[in-house]
């Protein structure tokens, strides 16, 4: 099993980013896929989830600026993020949970989203 998050980078406040987790060896039928970083001295929060039927839920703060979607061909889940500002710079994991059997939980390395102001 394997979750290759990439996207990350250096941006200046305004611009935007997206992010790419492609995913290999399980299976996608019920999981739901997420995004969900951690800044500096802060605890990993969510940002937004997607289900293999495509309901995408956004955490609070997060659903006007950021969009969530999926290709179920290629197996990766994206994140667009615009309109960065400084606060938004954290290491962003992707996640993959399924909790019909079979159960899993896995997690992607993580990817860094630099913002300048």
């Known amino acids: 099993v394997q979750l290759q998050a990439s996207g990350g980078g250096l941006v200046q406040a305004g611009g935007s980013l997206r992010l790419s987790c492609t995913a290999s060896g399980i299976n996608f039928s019920g999981n739901r896929m997420g995004w969900y970083r951690q800044a500096p001295g802060k605890q990993r929060e969510l940002v937004a989830t997607?289900?293999?039927?495509?309901?995408?839920n956004y955490a609070d703060s997060f659903e006007d600026r950021f969009t969530i979607s999926g290709d179920n061909r290629k197996n990766t889940v994206y994140l667009q993020m615009n309109s960065l500002q400084p606060e938004d710079t954290a290491v962003y994991y992707c996640?993959?949970?399924?909790?019909?059997?079979?159960?899993?939980?896995?997690w992607g390395q993580g990817t860094l989203v630099t913002v300048s102001s």
């Open positions: 996640n993959a949970r399924r909790i019909m059997t079979p159960t899993y939980n896995y």
């Open positions: 997607l289900t293999s039927g495509g309901t995408a």
